[in-house]
């Protein structure tokens, strides 16, 4: 990172996010920390994620909107950063969420979809696709993820096919159709289906 560049971010546990990432942080729901952070950055950087929807919850979408509502109101240069925009059930909050982003500064977006839904929206910035933030990561050795695969007793010599399961929305609808699937997927192509929690620990509950 640049010298003259200071980032601080909104965490829940701002001295853990100085222990692992050595970054300056303010507690997310202090709202007069978050307020004071705000008025003195330069820049606000919104996402990663799939912060601006209203489908998990409504509430964090107004927290985000919010954030990011300051910031335009502060007039501070506002990007919007790979970022899953939608589905938006509420027609206040899509109306909110148009006029808002029509005056931030940037937005970068992580599909297809999250542009088209912005621009059915009536959002008229330059819509940039990217991909999700998680790939700008440098990704760990092929050896450390061997070791994964060994300590929780994965079949090297079979193929490997990788699920991402979430709990959402119905998901008794679709967990045991899944589940009948990954056992005929197993059976009739002699593999092993590896399923990949993307978030502790209410992913891993899920697999």
Not at 31 to 50: E, N, P, Q, T
Not at 80 to 100: A, F, N, T
Not at 106 to 119: M, N
Not at 194 to 204: A, G, N, R, T, Y
Request: proline share 4%; with cysteine.
């Amino acid at each position: 990172a640049s010298k003259d560049l200071s980032v601080t971010v909104l965490s829940n546990d701002p001295q853990l996010t100085w222990n692992l990432c050595g970054l300056e942080a303010v507690p997310r729901f202090r709202f007069w920390k978050v307020l004071g952070a705000l008025r003195s950055c330069d820049a606000l950087l919104s996402g990663g994620g799939s912060l601006l929807q209203d489908v998990t919850s409504w509430k964090s979408m107004i927290y985000y909107l919010t954030i990011i509502i300051v910031g335009v109101l502060f007039r501070k240069q506002v990007f919007l950063y790979s970022q899953g925009i939608g589905p938006v059930r509420y027609r206040i909050i899509r109306i909110i969420l148009k006029h808002v982003l029509n005056h931030v500064d940037a937005i970068t977006v992580r599909d297809s979809e999250s542009k088209g839904f912005l621009q059915r929206l009536g959002v008229h910035r330059t819509i940039y696709t990217t991909a999700d933030a998680v790939l700008s990561l440098d990704p760990v050795s092929l050896e450390k993820g061997k070791e994964i695969l060994a300590r929780n007793h994965v079949d090297p010599s079979k193929k490997r096919v990788g699920i991402a399961i979430r709990s959402w929305a119905d998901t008794s609808r679709w967990m045991k159709p899944l589940r009948i699937y990954i056992e005929r997927l197993t059976r009739e192509k002699d593999c092993s289906v590896v399923l990949i929690p993307m978030q502790f620990p209410e992913d891993k509950r899920a697999a």
